[in-house]
């Protein structure tokens, strides 16, 4: 593959594969989401997950870090969530500039009624794809995210 400037082809790269796959879950995800009449995001969700499964409340700093979201994103994500009940801040008893975010009974509710639709989801996605090319991929995708960091000012 030529990777020249002046006359390569971007669709023989990796990147608008991984591009158009991300984009096509996302609408899929959401859909299936209208389909069963729940209000919440792909990020929304991912926020439920990690608050349910951790079972306890997390610094927002921490919380941003584990999404992979920038502190302002998530602060705004944390807003529509706290107005919509789903999660409640509680101010740090050891310092009062951080906030723990803990998921609320409604948010637990939720997450349970949305848990089957995902792990369907998934099984969908992942359907006529063997064990092994799940392991290459993600030794591929592994690779990837590698060398981004790597190259990562």
Known sequence: MNLDSDNSDFNKTLAPWIGRTAKILNMYISEVFL?????????QW?????LFEDNEPLIQNELAFITNRNKASLTRLINVMEKNNLVTRIPSKNDS???LIQITET?????LKMKPLMLHTLEKMQQGITEEEKKIFFNVMTKI???LKKHTL
Do not use: A, C, P, S
Not at 35 to 43: A, S
Not at 46 to 50: D, G, H, N, P, W
């Open 46 to 50: 991912i926020v439920l997950k990690i």
């Open 145 to 147: 995210q590698f060398n």
């Open 35 to 43: 389909q069963n009449n729940i209000q919440v995001t792909k990020e």
């Open 107 to 111: 948010g637990k509710l939720l997450f």
């Open 97 to 99: 500039r951080k906030n």
